[in-house]
């Protein structure tokens, strides 16, 4: 393989047309450049150049290996700039988060991407196990979620919190453990979960959901409220979620007495090395869950 800092002193050589003005150029002495070009006239085995006293001329050799050492030189310059660049608002950022966060999240990263079109941020929504994972295998840069992660290439840092709350149709002022079972329970895949944290310690009757009837179920995070809107029955949700549905008169929120929230967890790679694009979107998604 031809050495690059030889071929970096002859493409240097025929653009300057002068062995003195060329090792100034490279900073080297004027035999040092005449030593590349003969190792690489032996390196070829074949001349590169017709001497003629202190000037010279190319051979066809000389004439094809400059021509195609251009793009050689050019080639590794573009490489070291790209390997030495770490640009703060270019290139591609991996997300992923629970639903709820996302609704938050995405249309605020798509706002940021018509400021800076070249960072672009990949968003998918997903559950915690499959977040957790997608971390530990590198094939997210960031990943949010609401548990802790059992997992040592996981690492997580508390960004903040996020309430849950108690949604039923807009009728309702004051809703009653009765009220609740007449209405039904629209379920979702963290139903159960969100409404054993919530239900729990603000209805001493609550044991479950079985105890209510089943009166729908969706898992598609902007669409769980559609029924509830209806009058179809009544959820739990995190608030950022509530927050991003469009149908906010058909639907009334309850503060209960006794508040829940579910802590937020920034994720990463235990191992992971933050290039500055990353570093930007963690600062936008920080500043992003403050302004609530």
Known sequence: MINPVWLQSFCTLVEVGHFTRTAENLHMTQSGVSQHVRKLEEHLGQPLLHRHGKSFSLTSAGD???????????????LEQRVGSDPTHEGIVKVASPGSVGLKLYPYFLAMQTQFPTLVVEYRFAPNKDIEKL????KVDIGLMTCLST????????????????????????PSWETLIDLGFIDHPDGPHHAGQLLGVNFPEFHNTNQFKRSGFSNQIG???????MGLGFTVLPSHAVGAFKKQQHIKVHQLPNSVCESLYLGTHTNGIKPNRVATVISEIEKCLKNR
């Open 64 to 78: 094809r290996l400059y021509r195609e050492g251009q793009k050689v030189i050019l080639s590794l310059t573009k």
């Open 151 to 174: 997992m040592g290439e996981v690492s997580l840092t508390p960004i903040a919190e996020e309430a849950l709350l108690l949604i039923t149709p807009a009728g309702i002022e004051q």
């Open 223 to 229: 669409l769980i409220l559609e029924p509830v809107s």
């Open 135 to 138: 971390i530990a295998e590198r």
